[in-house]
């Protein structure tokens, strides 16, 4: 971990009461506004929408029960006027058919047979006038005179009809002014409830903030190294989960003959190396590696790697980065300073793959040691 990443993700923990005042500032501002919008659109239904609901009822672009049956009464009408005039009877007979017939399908309904006595008599009388006039069995003035009991009977149908719609209309247009009051006060006790559950909900949330930045603040602790301050190997594992389905580079390093080392030089002066090492190391990565110490003298790094020549090159840039430090070691069996070991493997980033490369990664740091040490190799 780059100094550089620390500092970021320490202003990133830091609490910011500017930008905390101003969200604060902001939500409130949009509560009451949310709220005033809520207010100006019942107002405008309650004077506006209630004239257009009255509109609506009473347009006559739709067919209604009293429509058809004044369409049928008309068509009788036209019937009866068919029937009185001068042309020839056959002429008069087969219009007044016609419309007798429109006038039956119009009034023949479930709803004028179930609500009104006078229309199952009334069909009965205009499906007797169709058969006399089919085969002329009746006189024209006759059949004028048969018209009258189902035009009389449609003209009472019509009127009902009319005071139904108007009954409904009243009831509707009374039951959306009670509902629009009913919404109007509704709205101004959600208005002052809501200004009381967001002081609490502010006080509230001071808590959880303050509750979440010690959360915060203990998981990183507890994902991080606490000597050298890089990652441990739980946060490794988060990484590679965070950056699943990505090609990612796998690099395990190891201090040859640590033990040595603290043997010769004693474990503050190890613990100084360690820390020495990491800085080293992610410079040696140009920082664009997350690192890792596993335990003891075992490093991890964790890069975005396109291809193994790249993570060659990143092994490489450690062994050299090390050499070039020098880090004196008395206790080295082969005359040398401090040595690193390393071995890398590539792979596709998930819970099963990073398992195996981790076994690749290390099986090549061993056959570093078994080679000699100080050294390199990437499993292929």
């Given at each position: 971990?780059?100094?550089?990443?620390?500092?970021?993700?320490?202003?990133?923990v830091r609490p910011r009461p500017l930008v905390r005042q101003y969200r604060y500032i902001t939500w409130l501002s949009l509560s009451l506004?949310?709220?005033?919008?809520?207010?100006?659109?019942?107002?405008?239904?309650?004077?506006?929408?209630?004239?257009?609901?009255?509109?609506?009822?009473?347009?006559?672009?739709?067919?209604?029960?009293?429509?058809?049956?004044?369409?049928?009464?008309?068509?009788?009408?036209?019937?009866?006027?068919?029937?009185?005039?001068?042309?020839?009877?056959?002429?008069?007979?087969?219009?007044?058919?016609?419309?007798?017939?429109?006038?039956?399908?119009?009034?023949?309904?479930?709803?004028?047979?179930?609500?009104?006595?006078?229309?199952?008599?009334?069909?009965?009388?205009?499906?007797?006038?169709?058969?006399?006039?089919?085969?002329?069995?009746?006189?024209?003035?006759?059949?004028?005179?048969?018209?009258?009991?189902?035009?009389?009977?449609?003209?009472?149908?019509?009127?009902?009809?009319?005071?139904?719609?108007?009954?409904?209309?009243?009831?509707?247009?009374?039951?959306?002014?009670?509902?629009?009051?009913?919404?109007?006060?509704?709205?101004?006790?959600?208005?002052?409830?809501?200004?009381?559950?967001?002081?609490?909900?502010?006080?509230?949330?001071?808590?959880?903030?303050?509750?979440?930045?010690?959360?915060?603040?203990?998981?990183?602790?507890?994902?991080?190294?606490?000597?050298?301050?890089?990652?441990?190997?739980?946060?490794?594992?988060q990484d590679v989960l965070a950056n699943q389905h990505q090609s990612l580079g796998l690099i395990l390093v190891d201090i040859d003959f640590?033990?040595?080392?603290?043997?010769?030089?004693?474990?503050?002066?190890?613990?100084?190396?360690?820390?020495?090492?990491?800085?080293?190391?992610?410079?040696?990565?140009?920082?664009?590696?997350?690192?890792?110490?596993?335990?003891?003298?075992?490093?991890?790094?964790?890069?975005?790697?396109?291809?193994?020549?790249?993570?060659?090159?990143?092994?490489?840039?450690?062994?050299?980065?090390?050499?070039?430090?020098?880090?004196?070691?008395?206790?080295?069996?082969?005359?040398?300073?401090?040595?690193?070991?390393?071995?890398?493997?590539?792979?596709?980033?998930?819970?099963?793959?990073?398992?195996?490369?981790?076994?690749?990664?290390?099986?090549?740091?061993?056959?570093?040691?078994?080679?000699?040490?100080?050294?390199?190799?990437?499993?292929?």
């Open positions: 971990m780059t100094s550089k990443a620390k500092q970021v993700e320490s202003h990133a506004m949310s709220f005033l919008a809520l207010m100006v659109l019942i107002i405008y239904e309650s004077r506006w929408v209630y004239p257009e609901i009255q509109a609506y009822f009473s347009q006559t672009g739709n067919l209604s029960g009293q429509q058809l049956a004044t369409r049928s009464r008309m068509y009788l009408q036209n019937a009866q006027a068919e029937l009185l005039t001068d042309q020839p009877e056959q002429a008069a007979f087969d219009a007044a058919f016609m419309n007798i017939e429109l006038a039956y399908g119009l009034s023949d309904m479930h709803i004028y047979r179930r609500e009104y006595e006078c229309s199952e008599p009334s069909l009965a009388v205009l499906n007797r006038l169709l058969t006399w006039l089919e085969v002329r069995e009746i006189d024209r003035v006759n059949a004028v005179g048969e018209l009258f009991t189902p035009i009389q009977c449609l003209s009472h149908i019509e009127m009902d009809q009319l005071d139904q719609r108007g009954a409904a209309i009243n009831y509707f247009s009374e039951s959306t002014r009670q509902h629009n009051q009913m919404l109007t006060y509704s709205s101004l006790l959600i208005f002052v409830l809501g200004l009381a559950f967001w002081g609490l909900h502010e006080r509230q949330l001071h808590r959880t903030d303050r509750a979440t930045r010690e959360t915060l603040e203990w998981m990183q602790r507890a994902m991080r190294d606490p000597l050298t301050g890089v990652g441990n190997r739980s946060a490794l594992l640590f033990k040595q080392y603290n043997d010769a030089y004693g474990h503050p002066q190890g613990d100084t190396l360690l820390h020495q090492l990491a800085t080293i190391i992610g410079q040696a990565l140009n920082h664009d590696a997350q690192l890792y110490r596993l335990g003891g003298d075992e490093f991890a790094a964790l890069l975005h790697c396109p291809d193994s020549e790249t993570l060659k090159r990143y092994c490489r840039q450690i062994i050299e980065g090390v050499r070039e430090a020098n880090f004196a070691h008395a206790a080295h069996p082969d005359k040398k300073g401090v040595t690193l070991s390393v071995g890398g493997c590539c792979f596709v980033a998930n819970e099963h793959t990073f398992t195996l490369a981790y076994e690749a990664a290390d099986k090549a740091l061993y056959q570093v040691k078994t080679a000699g040490r100080d050294g390199w190799q990437v499993t292929e």
